[in-house]
Each structure stands twice: as C-alpha cells, then as structure tokens.
C-alpha cells in the first residue's frame, strides 16, 4: 500500500498561486508515475499533470503555461505549482501514483477554490 497525503490547498483570488504537495509513504517503491488530478462540483474528475520516474511531464492544455508539477529529489513528494489561477481551476485536486501491473492509490484530495 501507498499512503498519499496532500496539503496546501486554500481560497485565493484570481491571479494568485498555490503550492500543492503531496507525501507518499509506505511501500513507494516502483512508483512509475505521479500526477495530480481535480474534480469539480457537478464534472467528472480529470487529469492535470504527471511526472514519470524518468522526469517526463505532461499537462492538459488548460494549464499548460500555469502549472508545473515537480518532485523532490528522493521522490517521495510530489508538488504542483499553480499560478495565474482561474476561477474554473477551482475544483479538489487528488494526488495519484502509479505502480507496476496497474496499481494506483490516490490521495484524500484538497480543496483549492478561486474566487473572482
């Protein structure tokens, strides 16, 4: 099992930043994948951004520009950098991982809110 603990959400003003973290612990071994994701009232959860295990980055293209997801050097904690935020960025972002043979765990998600 992988635990996921994401912090840094909160309400900020249309144009402001946020820094998402996420921990990962327990077996974090074999981790292919990190990756953030958001659901908004109403709307089915979607991606916004991974990082492979090789460093590779991928975004969708409503933040491509805004966003940068990173990790830090043991990875074991994964970041999501949001700037120029938007009211519809407004959504609880999960913290996802993936391991071999289709295993993933997510995160108990963090309200991020953007008020114009």
């Known amino acids: 099992q992988v635990q996921l603990v994401e912090s840094g959400g909160g309400l900020v003003q249309a144009g402001g930043s946020l820094r998402l973290s996420c921990a990962a612990s327990?077996?974090?071994?074999?981790?292919?994948?990190m990756a953030w994701y958001r659901q908004a009232p109403g709307k089915q959860r979607e991606f916004v951004a991974h990082?492979?295990?090789?460093?590779?980055?991928n975004y969708r293209d409503s933040v491509k520009g805004r966003f940068t997801i990173s990790t830090d050097n043991g990875k074991n904690t994964v970041y999501l950098q949001m700037n120029s935020l938007k009211p519809e960025d407004t959504a609880v972002y999960y913290c996802?991982?993936?391991?071999?043979?289709?295993?993933?765990?997510w995160g108990q998600g963090t309200q991020v809110t953007v008020s114009s």
């Open positions: 996802n991982v993936k391991k071999d043979f289709g295993r993933e765990f």
């Open positions: 327990g077996r974090i071994f074999n981790i292919n994948v």
């Open positions: 990082i492979t295990k090789g460093g590779d980055t």
